[in-house]
């Protein structure tokens, strides 16, 4: 079946540094999708990138998707305190409805 | 209005014993979804419903039990409760079953099984 690994599992970071988290995915995906949860929430949609090689931005937060549509990350410039939480990503396999979600990336800023 | 609501946020219980956990949608979405987080924070699908009918149900134990009375609601009963049971249970909703729709969580239900 389609697994979606993320890494790293953790990442501390003092605030101000950058942060990136990696998600590849055994399968091609028609799209692949960002969560954030803050601790003690639940996940809330960030973003969808459906197109190879596309690049979307939030504010800091800059996503892409690979040429080949089997990876994808998130790079956050200059961390603050407010993007503590854990990042995921999820996508369905090519023909496949069913979302996979990967293991997550647990962020923490050190202030 | 809360888009997507569960009950309880917490449940405490015993071994053995049978509880349920209601999930409700008023984003007017054809499909709901459960999935257990555990102590990992690892997300797993559980049951999927789309209009009613079951259309995932993963390895999960017999003593889980879906029920949609209609698309807004997704309850989950659980029977003979389990330590193994502890975790956080979400529900979900999505527009339809298409593999871009955006799903949208519930605040969760903690279950701690004693």
């Known amino acids: 079946g389609q697994q979606v690994m993320q890494i790293p599992q953790y990442q501390h970071v003092q605030e101000g540094e950058d942060f990136t988290t990696y998600c590849n995915s055994s399968t091609t995906l028609s799209n692949i999708q960002w969560y954030k949860q803050r601790p003690g929430g639940h996940p809330v949609f960030l973003i969808q990138?459906?197109?190879?090689?596309e690049v979307k931005k939030q504010k800091r937060l800059t996503f892409q998707f690979g040429e080949a549509k089997k990876n994808s990350s998130l790079h956050i410039t200059a961390t603050q305190t407010t993007d503590v939480g854990t990042y995921f990503c999820?996508?369905?396999?090519?023909?496949?409805?069913?979302?996979?979600f990967g293991k997550g990336t647990k962020l923490s800023v050190i202030p | 209005d809360t888009a997507v609501s569960q009950t309880p946020k917490y449940l405490v219980t015993q071994m053995g014993n049978d509880k349920s956990i209601k999930c409700e949608q008023n984003?007017?979405?054809?499909?709901m979804y459960w999935y257990k987080q555990d102590s990992k924070k690892f997300l797993k699908i559980m049951f999927s419903?789309?209009?009613?009918?079951?259309?995932i149900n993963e390895t999960v134990p017999n003593r889980f039990s879906p029920k949609s009375p209609d698309k807004a609601h997704l309850n989950l009963h659980i029977n003979s409760l389990e330590l193994g049971d502890s975790a956080v249970y979400f529900c979900?909703?999505?527009?339809?079953?298409?593999?871009?729709?955006?799903?949208?969580f519930g605040p969760g239900t903690r279950l701690t099984v004693l």
């Open positions: 419903y789309n209009n009613k009918e079951l259309i």
């Open positions: 990138l459906v197109k190879s090689g």
């Open positions: 999820a996508g369905p396999g090519a023909g496949s409805y069913q979302l996979t």
């Open positions: 979900a909703s999505s527009q339809g079953l298409s593999g871009t729709d955006t799903q949208y």
């Open positions: 984003l007017g979405h054809d499909t």
